[in-house]
Nanobody, 120 residues
Framework: QVQLVESGGGLAQAGGSLRLSCAASGSIFSIGNMGWYRQAPGKQRESVAI???????IYVDSVKGRFTISRDNAKNTVYLQMNSLKPEDTAVYYC??????????????WGKGTLVTVSS
């Protein structure tokens, strides 16, 4: 009974910016690592950015210096600020979080995805 809901996707021009949000709700006791993944047409899903509980971050090389992941633990929300967007950033972006429920069951949860399209 945990849901992750992404928002903020859409159309942007190359060089532009978008900010994705992902809010977790439901029977949540605690949230561990949170992250963003993406899947472009015809490609495998890849990890874009991960943030740990102590706010350490990891980025895929292709977005370093352009994307910033952050989290608001009070709101159970993770963000992805995407700047200097490129056409190759076009993909469906998925939110992921490791959640421990109130019954102390822990597992990874996924959002349904939000489409980001960057035009050249």
């Amino acid at each position: 009974q945990v849901q992750l809901v992404e928002s903020g996707g859409g159309l942007a021009q190359a060089g532009g910016s978008l900010r994705l949000s992902c809010a977790a709700s439901g029977s949540i006791f605690s949230i561990g690592n949170m992250g963003w993944y993406r899947q472009a047409p015809g490609k495998q899903r890849e990890s874009v950015a991960i943030i740990t509980t102590d706010n350490s971050t990891i980025y895929v090389d292709s977005v370093k210096g352009r994307f910033t992941i952050s989290r608001d633990n009070a709101k159970n929300t993770v963000y992805l600020q995407m700047n200097s967007l490129k056409p190759e950033d076009t993909a469906v972006y998925y939110c992921n979080a490791f959640v421990v429920t109130r019954t102390y069951s822990g597992m990874n949860y996924w959002g349904k995805g939000t489409l980001v399209t960057v035009s050249s």
